[in-house]
């Protein structure tokens, strides 16, 4: 009988008795009677609560209700004469489950400050612009399994301790365990590596995807990845989520094109299923978000080459931070110019300098770039990266030798190239900035559920 209150609100049946079960949002008292306001995360909306004083427990328990109190409902459902809402819920029995203290809950009716917010990061999702970015959060994540799903992909579950530095940056958190803490010392032979070699957490699971996509086809990976990078920016975390397909047998304009066909399908789920969640963000966080998602939905993504982003950045005769030339890493600034001045919708940019970008990126024939692209939206800038890999081990194994990387290491990353080589390709989605730019969080603190930045690690 106890239902959840999105369920209730969605089909109300006028009559029907019920338990709703939630936290006090308000308590208001009136002559003989209190309206208690109950949510229970399932949806923004809340249910109102009438509680009159034929309670057995009404001027024990009812009235001393305050934000935060847990409580199980039961009632009758009927209609609501005040404007605002269609139904109220008539209390036959409210059982207190928790008390909390008014005079310390940190939370009351009142904005918080996000920073704010961040410093009791096991209270904030009791709010309602945390609550809604976590709904949208999930809702994205089914997306992202039922979009591969649908389209015959297999999931892989990559590790999250690994050998291999994928991006070749050395920015792994080390894994290690102290050499006392077992009788027997583990991997005394290899300097007491517990894995018999230095080991860190992943930073993507790319390489090993490439593995089961040169035997299964078409697979993808969605899974926690770190970067031990001193970075306290809005746009990086110590650990973060990464969707990462990786498809056999399909160059770099098949790759772009699974890329932005996944990004107007996750963005248009949102749309249709967290309509209620998206308005407050339109409302209180990103004026015009509404438009600009349903804008990705519409249009075509534009499409130009690295050298080409540089050239306009050049002509447009704007002042950078970071100057612009051939060569450099395109900033957050020059994306977002290119995004929400040039172009105003998403982009699409191939074909960098082989110089700034890692050793897997297959080299095109003018030795100068890589096949690679990475997909930049406005307020973000980019939100996808990808490539067609490498498949000639000769190219490869010269490419890992010029960024300093020990093939000895790598022995079974080459050896996929050794033993019935073929094109093939992916990308890797940030899931938060996802997560980022269908909410118009400013910051990508505000929707991981505990950020792990330099200095910061609650709960």
Known sequence: MKKRIANVLAAPQIGEQLQVAG???????????????????????????????????????????????????????????????????????????????????????????????????????????????????????????????????????TPIITTSDCEGAGEMFQVTTPSHASEVKVGEESGGEFFGRPAGLTVSGQLQAEVYAQALGNVYTFGPTFRAENSNTSRHLAEFWMVEPEMAFCDLEGNRHVAEEMLKYLVRLVLAECAEDLALFDRFIAKGLLARLQQVVDQEFAHITYTQAVEELLQSKQSFTYPVQWGIDLQSEHERYLTETIYQRPLIVTDYPAAIKPFYMRVSEDGRTVAAMDILVPGIGEIIGGSQREERYDVLLARMQQAGIEPS????????????????????????????????????????PFPRTPGFAPC
């Open 409 to 448: 290491g790598y022995e079974w990353y080459l050896d996929l190239r050794r033993y019935g080589t073929v094109p093939h390709s992916g990308f890797g989605l940030g899931f938060e900035r996802l997560v980022q730019f269908v909410t118009g969080m400013a910051n990508i603190r505000e929707v991981i």
């Open 23 to 157: 936290w006090v949002r308000t308590r208001r008292d009136a002559s003989g009677f209190s309206f208690i306001e109950v949510g229970d995360g399932s949806s923004l909306a809340n249910i109102q609560v009438i509680a009159d004083q034929t309670l057995a427990n009404y001027g024990d328990e009812v009235k001393k209700l305050s934000v935060g109190c847990s409580v199980l409902v039961t009632g009758i459902l009927q209609e609501s004469p005040a404007k605002g809402q269609a139904v109220e819920l008539r209390a036959t029995e409210v059982q207190v489950l928790g008390w909390a203290d008014p005079e310390s809950y940190p939370l009351q009716k009142k904005q918080h400050s996000f920073e704010f917010l961040r410093n009791i990061t096991h209270l904030r999702p009791r709010t309602n612009a945390l609550g809604a970015v976590a709904r949208v959060r999930s809702r994205l994540s089914y997306g992202v399994h039922t979009f591969f799903q649908d389209r015959g992909f297999i999931q892989v579950h």
